[in-house]
């Protein structure tokens, strides 16, 4: 099995909510990562997470924060975004980091800030 | 440092027609190679991968990809387009010192009947 679930599909929130999404692989990975994809562009490095603790941090406003529960779950906590942080979020998950071995992605949820 | 081009932002072909997407890369250490996959309103699929061996690589769904060092190239082919071959692909590189993924910015594959 090398599927990564993400919920929900679909978000819409307002400026002042909280949300958080989840995402969840049972394929034994000790790497888990967050993504921002804008149409039409490649997917942006967000947060890194290896072995539950927090390896790479790509300048993230602080509106976004990461938790990594165990090994199988990966959280992305929001507050106070802002409307250009609408995009597609992409979790991924690999066997290990930072040894370099192939990601595979969640679906995404497609993020809309009002 | 590494990074990586996709020559062509949008590529059209007709269905049965020899597919190519270019991608170039750089880096200082020996690469490991990706290409993947993206449907509409979809994560993105790891069609197929090089890390060392054998460097004609075979991936899912027909396509394959070679590496030539002495050309920075890792092209992904596929001998006959398929409707359902229209989606964004992503040339990505990587190397044995680190984890992180670099992307190109990625080429429209368009199939027309």
């Known amino acids: 099995d090398t599927e990564v679930t993400q919920t929900p599909k679909h978000l819409v929130m307002g400026m002042t909510n909280k949300k958080s999404l989840k995402c969840e692989q049972h394929?034994?990975?000790?790497?888990m990562y967050w993504y921002k994809q804008k149409a039409k562009k490649p997917p942006e490095l967000m947060f890194v997470y290896s072995y539950e603790k927090l390896s790479i941090n790509e300048s993230v406003p602080s509106r976004f924060s990461p938790e990594c529960p165990n090994s199988s779950l990966l959280n992305l906590h929001l507050h106070a975004l802002q409307p250009e942080d609408s995009a597609l979020y992409l979790c991924?998950?690999?066997?290990?980091?930072?040894?370099?071995?192939?990601?595979?992605f969640g679906p995404g949820t497609r993020l809309t800030v009002t | 440092a590494q990074s990586v081009t996709q020559l062509g932002s949008h590529v059209s072909v007709s269905e049965g027609a020899l597919v190519l997407l270019r991608c170039n890369y750089s880096?200082?250490?020996?690469?490991?190679l990706f290409w993947y996959v993206q449907y509409p309103n979809q994560g993105l699929q790891l069609l197929l991968k090089?890390?060392?061996?054998?460097?004609l690589v075979k991936g899912i769904n027909g396509f394959e990809a070679e590496f030539k060092k002495s050309e920075t190239s890792f092209h992904l082919t596929k001998p006959s387009a398929h409707m359902s071959d229209a989606a964004e692909y992503f040339c990505?590189?990587?190397?044995?010192?680190?984890?992180?993924?670099?992307f190109g910015q990625g080429t429209e594959l368009s199939v027309k009947p």
């Open positions: 880096s200082s250490v020996p690469p490991y």
């Open positions: 990505a590189v990587s190397n044995n010192q680190g984890g992180k993924l670099i």
């Open positions: 991924a998950s690999s066997q290990d980091y930072p040894q370099t071995y192939e990601q595979y």
């Open positions: 394929m034994g990975h000790r790497a």
């Open positions: 090089y890390t060392t061996g054998a460097t």
